[in-house]
């Protein structure tokens, strides 16, 4: 194979064939390709994009570049979920026990937070003990244990896509909906799952640029799921403001756990119900939405998820006292009230001025190798179209010192804009994609 | 400078200031900036294309990555010459000692052969001694002493250059307009030049796509030139077949000679003539082109043009004795006629099929790290128009063995196209593009 010709192919908008894809990919990843190739030719992918034989060939490719969890054994639905990332999103935390509690396996491998956007392994690890680095072999024996496992992607699972991410990230080549798309499916299918439920984040705190780009984005997923005997529904969801009210680690965790003591905040249960009977609906527990969220109310009233947390906890090693003691996670040095400078409207709380807050503060990753601090965040009770008064607490600083504070203060004044009127945030959950098509709907809180 | 900022703004189609230019240059040839980036920056710049102040922007800060000639000093005019690349175009050796000897300094920095294409060095280096791998402290007393030096791109001469030129070949980045300007012009402007002329090569032999490209090309190349303070003028030349009848390095110096004795083909001499009489204009030696024939005429018939060849070869540490007796250049081992397989008009001598059999031959390279067999190669005879009759020789196949004279026949029989109708070729010279526009010209022997 002349990797050259395949660059110049794509470089002049024609189109590989799967065997073409599949030799540069294994090639790649056995060191016969260099990095600037593969850079060449992912710059020419941007600007010539690939039509969906090709994404579908690149990511069988990918997947098929490392191992592969085995579940066909298992009788049960195989079900996950995934997010292309925000603030505050702690739903994964939620809907793993919640919907693995009735009867669906949800074998979930997540990644960790970079830059504005946090990531469920970061969460999960701020737990006392807790464990995420599972071999394939072991998350398997969880799985059919406990029928939940949440790890994150280890060496063996798609080396092609953990060389070319950095890669892509490099070399300004990560906005790509094929890209983007093959990275996160490659992935996905190599937990062996039978659907899959899409978050797709909308929004200034998202990182895709407007309404058409998600919707491609969903699209594309769906069309590789269906090539690959996945089902997967997306569902459009609102990241102009962060979800709940916890930003950081162990907040998020704890949120979690109230959330599923049936004590989340009404923003981050209706996203979260919503994702969820898809996963029910897919899993096959579920004949229609109202069943899904009757089911998943009752799992939560009746302790059956709560507990199903704490078996994943004490499974991957972790303390699972925290889910009737939260204040077991890692506390603060230094906590303090926000409050409002004016009266008004919360007219926007701004996910990507709190997102890089946190990163500040120590709580999230601006490279991918920083260390983080998992106490630190905010906890921001005010939400868009709030009335507050002047001086009125809208927000809790949790940071390791003073200086912390003074530093989440400053940037809270600027995240959190107090106006004459009220803005419109968008729906949070707006569309749904499914292989018959897009649905509009307008679900809120 | 966050190198993947710039990658971004020219994958969105934006332009890079000079200062950035010059900081990615600087950074790259300092290792700062690793392959991957460049060749994703590459790609950018190969589909979205640079303006003229970025392309001038680039040139000067790759020629300021390396060391420079500096003639400044010399009363005389500095011109060189420049060829984009063709199969048997021998002109660089005769223009440079036929120029020298008219009184305009002619400090000459060539390239080696790749692919179907010759390279000037390689065929000075078939004569016996002859070094081009002088340091610019010694072509630059060369230069001052006998006005005249024919050397190598040393690697104190935009090493910017020498590091993207392979990158470029293995991504395939080669055939962007900008990137081969600023290439060419690195060099060139490295030379300290008052002006160049500029041999654009057309038609089937070219690695340019067609005259729209070229005439880019050379629009690209003048307005550079300008930018830079050096009278640049480009003639489109034909290369649907090859120029002159020798293909193969020492043959090709033997032909030369012959050409610097008056005994060169009319086609050879036709664009040798056409570019001598640029190069002697802009030099301030020759007021127009009558008047440049003129001088190019009385320097061969004196003997003046062959003796300033012969001075440069000794200065260079080779054999002048070649000048009186080519016989002294390597011969090759099997040597046979090739005769018309049929009756008909010459409709065409194929140049690539030409100069990829001399690579079979081992006259040229397939990789740049190839050596080579300077004795193999071909003369051919038939030119395009000519009628032959069957059995008539049309040319002569120099190869190490019968093997390879076998090769070189089976070659010949694809690349001469004999036929009932003659075609119609290129005009030697088909347009002179300067500051002022292009021109169409319509020189032939």
Redesign the interface.
């Known amino acids: 194979m002349l990797?050259?010709?395949l660059?110049?192919r794509k470089?002049d908008g024609g189109r590989l064939e799967p065997a073409e894809w599949n030799a540069l990919i294994r090639s790649y990843v056995a060191g016969d390709v260099?990095?600037?190739?593969?850079?060449?030719m992912?710059?020419?992918v941007?600007?010539?994009g690939l039509d969906r034989i090709e994404t579908a060939a690149l990511t069988d490719a990918m997947r098929r570049s490392g191992a592969q969890l085995s579940l066909g054994h298992l009788a049960s639905a195989r079900i996950d979920k995934h997010s292309t990332g925000g603030v505050g999103d702690k739903t994964s935390l939620i809907l793993a026990p919640l919907i693995a509690s009735l009867g669906v396996t949800v074998p979930m491998m997540s990644g960790r937070g970079l830059g504005h956007t946090g990531g469920t392994l970061d969460k999960l690890e701020s737990i006392p003990g807790m464990r995420t680095d599972l071999t394939l072999a072991a998350a398997r024996e969880q799985v059919e244990r406990i029928g939940c496992v949440l790890i994150g992607q280890t060496t063996e699972v798609a080396p092609a896509d953990r060389r070319m991410y950095p890669?892509r990230?490099?070399?300004?080549?990560i906005e790509s909906v094929p890209l983007i798309a093959s990275s996160i499916m490659s992935k996905k299918l190599a937990e062996d799952l039978t659907g899959l439920v899409l978050d797709i984040k909308r929004g200034a705190g998202s990182f895709l640029r407007d309404l058409d780009q998600s919707l491609d984005l969903a699209g594309a997923m769906v069309a590789l799921g269906e090539a690959h005997g996945c089902e997967v529904v997306a569902l459009l969801t609102a990241m102009d403001r962060p979800l709940g009210r916890a930003v950081g680690n162990a907040l998020e965790v704890e949120e979690a756990i109230h959330a599923l003591q049936g004590e989340g905040p009404p923003d981050l249960m209706a996203v979260t119900f919503a994702l969820g009977a898809e996963m029910l609906q897919l899993g096959g527990v579920a004949a229609d939405g109202d069943e899904a969220r009757r089911q998943m109310e009752r799992a939560i009233s009746s302790g059956a998820a709560s507990r199903k947390f704490q078996a994943i906890i004490e499974a991957q090693g972790g303390n699972p006292g925290v889910v009737d003691d939260p204040a077991v996670l890692p506390q603060a040095g230094a906590c303090e009230l926000f409050e409002a400078p004016r009266r008004g409207f919360v007219a926007r709380v701004e996910p990507r001025p709190v997102g890089r807050a946190l990163v500040a503060l120590g709580g999230g990753r601006a490279r991918p190798d920083d260390r983080l601090d998992p106490a630190v965040g905010f906890v921001i009770t005010a939400k868009p179209g709030d009335w507050v008064e002047r001086g009125e607490p809208v927000a809790t600083i949790f940071a390791r010192d003073e200086s912390g504070v003074e530093a989440g203060r400053a940037a809270l004044r600027g995240a959190i804009v107090i106006a004459d009127e009220a803005d419109h945030p968008l729906p949070l959950v707006s569309h749904r994609v499914t292989m018959d098509g897009v649905t509009r709907t307008a679900v809120d809180a």
Chains 1, 2 share one sequence.
């Open positions: 990797v050259t010709r660059i110049e470089r260099p990095d600037y190739q593969m850079a060449a992912l710059m020419a941007y600007l010539q890669l990230d490099a070399t300004a080549t």
